[in-house]
């Protein structure tokens, strides 16, 4: 069999093989449609797949084309993929190119302060938190990640305020909850660490990291039997899940 993809502006491709292979094909002329008509979510789904390299490609060629007008999420996503390579400063470059693209786009600050929080810099990382803030008041995940900042300090009272911040924007969001709940345990405070996560468990029954930190406040505490329990509903919601072990 033969199938040919188009793209406008693009040389035709032409895709042969047997029925046995029709996945493969049709995998195949929609990543070359995809690409060509929609690099920068094609990039993303390389990300997500962590494939580095070849989201880096699909990047650069992207902003050299100027066929995207999002500039900034661009080198937004390239700070991302080098933040994930922990080529911190080589990222921190992008963010500041996006930043001069389009100055009011709040995520970038955010991407920015989560590479300065893996270094250690809190307090630039603060800065950069302060900043998302101004731009987006509003964005759960700026102030979740700000509450970890403060958690990385051993500054729990503040960052148990931050994570009630995210809750107050969207109360059905898993983190800041086992975030609240990291802290509570930090302090040794079991009981209300153990009602955080099951505040937790009521919104999600299926995180497997819930049970697995639930099952960590019944260990400190010595609960073993308690602990084991939760660690096989870790378990069982994802085998995989290395923590429970």
């Known amino acids: 069999m033969k199938l040919t993809s188009r793209v406008l502006g693009t040389p035709p491709k032409i895709y042969y093989g047997s029925l046995k292979n029709l996945d493969s094909i049709l995998h195949k002329a929609a990543k070359h449609i995809y690409e060509h008509t929609d690099p920068f979510t094609y990039a ?3 990300y997500f797949n962590n494939q580095l390299d070849d989201c880096i490609d699909t990047i650069q060629r992207c902003i ?3 066929k995207n007008k999002d500039t900034h999420l661009g080198y937004n996503l390239w700070g991302l993929v080098l933040h994930k390579q922990k080529k911190y400063d080589e990222a921190i470059d992008k963010f500041i190119k996006s930043k001069k693209i389009k100055p009011w786009y709040a995520q970038t600050y955010v991407n920015w302060g989560a590479v300065l929080r893996d270094q ?3 307090k630039e990382a603060i800065e950069k938190y302060q900043e998302a803030s101004e731009i987006d ?3 759960a995940l700026i102030y979740n990640n700000w509450g970890l900042v403060l958690y990385d300090q051993g500054k729990y009272d503040d960052a148990i305020e931050k994570f ?3 809750i107050n924007i ?3 969001s898993i983190p800041p909850y086992i975030n609240w709940g990291l802290a509570l345990l930090d302090q040794e405070k079991y009981p209300d660490a153990i009602e955080k996560y099951k505040e937790a468990i009521d919104i999600d029954l299926l995180f497997a990291p819930t049970y697995n930190n639930l099952g960590v406040v019944f260990y400190k505490q010595k609960k073993y039997e308690e ?4 660690y096989k509903k870790a378990l069982n919601i994802n085998p995989k899940f290395a923590g429970a072990y």
């Open 164 to 166: 009630q911040e995210t």
């Open 170 to 172: 969207d109360s059905q």
């Open 120 to 122: 250690g810099k809190y």
């Open 64 to 66: 050299l084309s100027n």
């Open 137 to 139: 008041p509003h964005s």
């Open 44 to 46: 993303l789904f390389l």
């Open 227 to 230: 602990a084991i329990k939760e």
